[in-house]
Nanobody
Framework: VQLQAYGGGLVQAGGSLRLSCAASGSISSINAMGWYRQAPGKQRELVAVITRGGRINYADSVKGRFTISRDNAKNTVYLQMNDLKPEDTAVYYC?????????????WGQGTLVTVSS
Protein backbone atom coordinates (compact mmCIF):
# COMPACT_ATOMS: atom_id res chain seq x y z
CA VAL A 1 0.00 0.00 0.00
CA GLN A 2 1.29 3.46 -0.91
CA LEU A 3 0.09 6.54 0.92
CA GLN A 4 0.21 10.14 -0.26
CA ALA A 5 -0.55 12.73 2.39
CA TYR A 6 -1.05 16.45 1.87
CA GLY A 7 -2.80 19.45 3.34
CA GLY A 8 -0.42 20.70 6.01
CA GLY A 9 0.62 24.28 6.41
CA LEU A 10 0.85 27.28 8.70
CA VAL A 11 -2.24 28.43 10.57
CA GLN A 12 -2.96 30.69 13.50
CA ALA A 13 -4.25 29.30 16.78
CA GLY A 14 -7.98 28.72 16.56
CA GLY A 15 -7.82 28.07 12.85
CA SER A 16 -8.55 24.94 10.82
CA LEU A 17 -6.80 22.66 8.38
CA ARG A 18 -7.79 19.51 6.59
CA LEU A 19 -5.31 16.75 5.87
CA SER A 20 -5.88 14.17 3.16
CA CYS A 21 -4.32 10.78 2.63
CA ALA A 22 -4.83 8.89 -0.59
CA ALA A 23 -4.10 5.17 -0.63
CA SER A 24 -3.13 3.10 -3.63
CA GLY A 25 -2.03 -0.46 -4.22
CA SER A 26 -3.55 -3.32 -2.24
CA ILE A 27 -6.54 -1.32 -1.05
CA SER A 28 -8.63 -4.37 -0.26
CA SER A 29 -6.14 -5.52 2.36
CA ILE A 30 -6.38 -2.33 4.42
CA ASN A 31 -7.86 -2.97 7.85
CA ALA A 32 -7.50 0.52 9.31
CA MET A 33 -6.18 3.95 8.41
CA GLY A 34 -5.22 6.77 10.65
CA TRP A 35 -3.06 9.73 11.46
CA TYR A 36 -0.09 9.98 13.76
CA ARG A 37 1.99 13.01 14.60
CA GLN A 38 5.46 13.70 15.84
CA ALA A 39 6.44 16.97 17.44
CA PRO A 40 10.10 18.01 17.75
CA GLY A 41 11.80 16.06 20.50
CA LYS A 42 8.77 13.85 21.10
CA GLN A 43 7.72 10.37 20.14
CA ARG A 44 5.25 9.71 17.38
CA GLU A 45 1.73 9.48 18.77
CA LEU A 46 -1.63 8.35 17.51
CA VAL A 47 -4.03 11.15 16.61
CA ALA A 48 -7.00 9.32 15.12
CA VAL A 49 -7.80 6.01 13.47
CA ILE A 50 -10.73 4.62 11.54
CA THR A 51 -11.16 0.92 10.95
CA ARG A 52 -12.61 -0.90 7.97
CA GLY A 53 -15.76 -1.38 10.00
CA GLY A 54 -16.02 2.32 10.73
CA ARG A 55 -14.87 2.28 14.33
CA ILE A 56 -13.08 5.50 15.27
CA ASN A 57 -10.67 6.36 18.05
CA TYR A 58 -9.11 9.70 18.92
CA ALA A 59 -6.33 10.80 21.17
CA ASP A 60 -7.75 12.55 24.21
CA SER A 61 -5.90 15.72 23.27
CA VAL A 62 -7.84 16.11 20.00
CA LYS A 63 -11.29 14.87 20.94
CA GLY A 64 -13.95 17.40 20.06
CA ARG A 65 -11.59 19.31 17.76
CA PHE A 66 -10.45 16.79 15.13
CA THR A 67 -12.60 14.58 12.94
CA ILE A 68 -11.39 11.64 10.90
CA SER A 69 -13.44 10.50 7.93
CA ARG A 70 -13.04 8.49 4.78
CA ASP A 71 -14.21 8.42 1.20
CA ASN A 72 -14.14 4.80 0.09
CA ALA A 73 -14.72 5.71 -3.55
CA LYS A 74 -11.54 7.82 -3.54
CA ASN A 75 -9.57 5.54 -1.18
CA THR A 76 -8.89 8.64 0.87
CA VAL A 77 -8.93 9.40 4.56
CA TYR A 78 -9.29 12.93 5.87
CA LEU A 79 -8.44 14.63 9.13
CA GLN A 80 -10.39 17.80 9.74
CA MET A 81 -8.60 19.81 12.40
CA ASN A 82 -10.47 22.65 14.06
CA ASP A 83 -9.59 25.00 16.90
CA LEU A 84 -5.93 24.27 16.36
CA LYS A 85 -3.51 24.97 19.18
CA PRO A 86 0.24 25.60 19.16
CA GLU A 87 0.72 22.20 20.79
CA ASP A 88 -0.78 20.60 17.67
CA THR A 89 2.35 21.65 15.78
CA ALA A 90 3.95 18.50 14.42
CA VAL A 91 4.66 16.44 11.37
CA TYR A 92 1.52 14.45 10.64
CA TYR A 93 1.86 10.98 9.15
CA CYS A 94 -0.79 8.93 7.47
CA UNK A 95 -0.80 5.27 8.41
CA UNK A 96 -2.47 2.18 7.01
CA UNK A 97 -2.59 -1.26 8.58
CA UNK A 98 -2.97 -4.12 6.19
CA UNK A 99 -3.63 -7.74 7.03
CA UNK A 100 -1.91 -10.40 4.93
CA UNK A 101 -2.22 -14.06 5.87
CA UNK A 102 -3.13 -13.05 9.40
CA UNK A 103 -0.16 -10.73 9.87
CA UNK A 104 -0.42 -6.97 10.31
CA UNK A 105 1.76 -4.65 8.27
CA UNK A 106 2.03 -0.88 8.65
CA UNK A 107 2.50 1.54 5.79
CA TRP A 108 3.38 5.21 6.22
CA GLY A 109 2.95 8.31 4.15
CA GLN A 110 5.70 10.87 3.76
CA GLY A 111 4.49 13.23 6.48
CA THR A 112 3.06 16.70 6.22
CA LEU A 113 4.02 19.58 8.50
CA VAL A 114 1.38 21.42 10.48
CA THR A 115 2.51 24.59 12.21
CA VAL A 116 0.17 26.46 14.54
CA SER A 117 1.26 29.93 15.57
CA SER A 118 0.10 31.56 18.79
Amino acid sequence: VQLQAYGGGLVQAGGSLRLSCAASGSISSINAMGWYRQAPGKQRELVAVITRGGRINYADSVKGRFTISRDNAKNTVYLQMNDLKPEDTAVYYCNAVTVVLGNNFASWGQGTLVTVSS
